[in-house]
Each structure stands twice: as structure tokens, then as C-alpha cells.
């Protein structure tokens, strides 16, 4: 059954950089992460998750800012997660960049999702202006893949100008073969203010990469929530009458209506071994 996911009172976001962040993404221009609560500090961090978790929050997406190395700075606060994963009964989800395999083997046991921001294709690659190699981004997941937490999630952004259908097939393509744990797809909202406001999203460009997605990864996809409203109805029908994805994050009212969505209150991530905790 496909699942509908959307974060409203157990699920939030934490940016551990605050609004700040060192690349200028194309897409992005930190308006993403400014809607974020800030926690910039260990202690900042502890005393924001002790306060959500008393209001009835369980699970938790940090992110934040990236360095021109394309990385959240994660490393001061695991010791900090570590503790309240032990104390309280809660979800750690990071948005973490690219990371050293020491960062990523100290993830292992105090993280129980990672969403990765695969920006391999040549287009996405381009839109972060990170100071590091392309072939970063493929070694990173692998890392991930084989020395960190049990559930990865690799994200493939849909919508990008300089990218086409091979370069994001190819994308697919890598991390099929790696087996994650789930694929997630999002697509390119063209964002005021930023250089992405004049892209031009084509619906029925998108049906086939996903439908490529969705045979490579043997149904184990996800539609994320970054995808414009203007298209938002229309591909959610689309993915779910043809059977695409078996998770979509923030569906649109009418489409969960219309196919009597389950929905959870958490992100799109999540493991099936937790879902009735966040009904």
C-alpha cells in the first residue's frame, strides 16, 4: 500500500547551522533552511530536543547549512545524540553532506536514518559550487552504504536545466546497484530570489525517470517533499495510479482523499518497523 507523509506534531526539523550556510546553491539561496528552529550549539541542540520531545515530538530531521566542502558540521553534536537516543525514545534523521568515513562510522550507532543529497549528475553538481570533486558524492554514499547507519536514503533532485535523461539514469543507475534501503526523488521548485525562479518544470519529463527509478529499485521509491504545487495533484495521481512509489511526502489533499491515503506524521524516510508510532 502506497503511504501518504506528512510531519505535523511528532516529526520536526532542526538546523544545527541556523540560516546560515557557506554554498549558494542554485535552487536554494538558504530560503530552505531559514524556515528551520536553529540549534547552533551542543547545548542549544540538547535543550531544543528535550523541549520538542516534552510537547510530543519523536522524531528528528537535522540538517542545516553546508561548508564549501558541501558538509554539515555534525561532528560536535553526536556525542550530544548519542545521549538522547539513549534516554529518550526518539528518531535521529540527518541531512549530512559529504562526510569523512570516520565521521560516517561514528554515525553508525547514534543515527538511525541518513537522507543523502546525491548531486552527482552533472547539473546538480553544478547548482551546489562545492570546493570538492564530483566523484565525491559516489564515494560518500558508498561509504554510508557500508559503514554507517542501517537506513540510507540517497535523493535524486528532478528538474534541474543542465541535467537530461541519461545523466539522471545514470544516477539511478549507481545507486541501484548499491541496494539502499529507498530512493527518494524530488523535484526542483522554482524559488524566487533565487536563479531557479524562470526553470520551467515538465511534468511529463518526469514520469519516465521515475518510472526508471522505481524498476531499478524494485518499487522501493519515494516521492519527496520538495516538488512545485503547480505540478504537485497531477504527478502524485500520476506515481500513484501507476504504481511508481510506494511513499509520498506532503501528498496533495485531494489525492489523499481520492485514493484513501494512509498517512503518517513523519518524514518520508521513516522504516516500516516504526510507522504505527507516528500515525
Known sequence: MIGGFTPKFKFTTISLTGNSCSLNCFYCGTKYISSMEGATTPEHF???????????????????????????????????????KKELDIIINVHPGLQSRETIESMKDVVDIVDFEFAYSPGAYSAKGIREDRERYLETLEDFINYGPEYIVPHIMLGIPRDNEEDI????????????????????????????????????????????????????????????????????????ERGLVERIANPHHKVIKEFKLPVYDACCSLPEKYLEEFR
Open 169 to 240: 539514469k545514470d544516477e539511478i543507475d549507481l545507486i541501484s546497484q548499491l541496494k539502499p534501503y529507498l530512493l527518494n526523488f524530488l523535484v526542483l521548485i522554482p524559488t524566487s530570489g533565487t536563479p531557479s525562479k524562470a526553470v520551467k518544470i515538465d511534468l511529463k519529463g518526469l514520469i519516465p525517470l521515475i518510472q526508471y527509478g522505481s524498476l531499478q529499485m524494485k518499487g522501493k521509491v519515494s516521492l519527496g517533499c520538495m516538488r512545485p504545487y503547480s505540478i504537485k495533484e497531477s504527478l502524485d495521481r500520476i506515481v500513484i
Open 46 to 84: 540538547e535543550k531544543s530536543l528535550r523541549r520538542l520531545f516534552s510537547q510530543g515530538v519523536k522524531g528528528f530531521l537535522v540538517s542545516g547549512g553546508f561548508d564549501e566542502h558541501g558538509k554539515l558540521r555534525i561532528e560536535p553534536f553526536l556525542s550530544t545524540m548519542k545521549k538522547l
